[in-house]
């Protein structure tokens, strides 16, 4: 059974950083793909950010590129979210989750083990 425990999150305003880090069971970490979702209040659960096995290749949803960045570390099972220059619409539960296998995925049904979410805040 994998785990996925994210932590990091927290009220901040607007301009300001977060990394969100998640720390993944299991001794296959490094041979899948690692993705970030976040849902608002309301909404769907969205992609924000998805890196290969290892780390070599990642993808971006347009509202973050260039503001966030995704990277792992395979000897530590963590997958990390350096979010800069936050916006009050960044305001949501963060997920980490993992791939079905070690390429990138973009949709929501292509993870199959999912942490319990973090709460990012970003006050305006």
């Known amino acids: 059974q994998v785990q996925l425990v994210e932590s990091g999150g927290g009220l901040v305003q607007a301009g300001e950083s977060l990394r969100l880090s998640c720390a993944a069971s299991?001794?296959?970490?490094?041979?899948?793909?690692m993705g970030w979702f976040r849902q608002a209040p309301g909404k769907e659960r969205e992609f924000v950010a998805s890196?290969?096995?290892?780390?070599?290749?990642?993808l971006y949803a347009d509202s973050v590129k260039g503001r966030f960045a995704i990277s792992r570390d395979n000897a530590k099972n963590t997958v990390y979210l350096q979010m800069n220059s936050l916006r009050p619409e960044d305001t949501a539960v963060y997920y980490c989750?993992?791939?079905?296998?070690?390429?990138?995925?973009?949709?929501?049904?292509?993870?199959?083990?999912w942490g319990q979410g973090t709460q990012v805040t970003v006050s305006s």
């Open positions: 989750a993992r791939g079905f296998a070690g390429y990138i995925r973009v949709g929501v049904n292509e993870y199959d083990y």
């Open positions: 299991g001794r296959t970490f490094s041979t899948y793909a």
């Open positions: 890196s290969n096995w290892s780390g070599g290749s990642t």
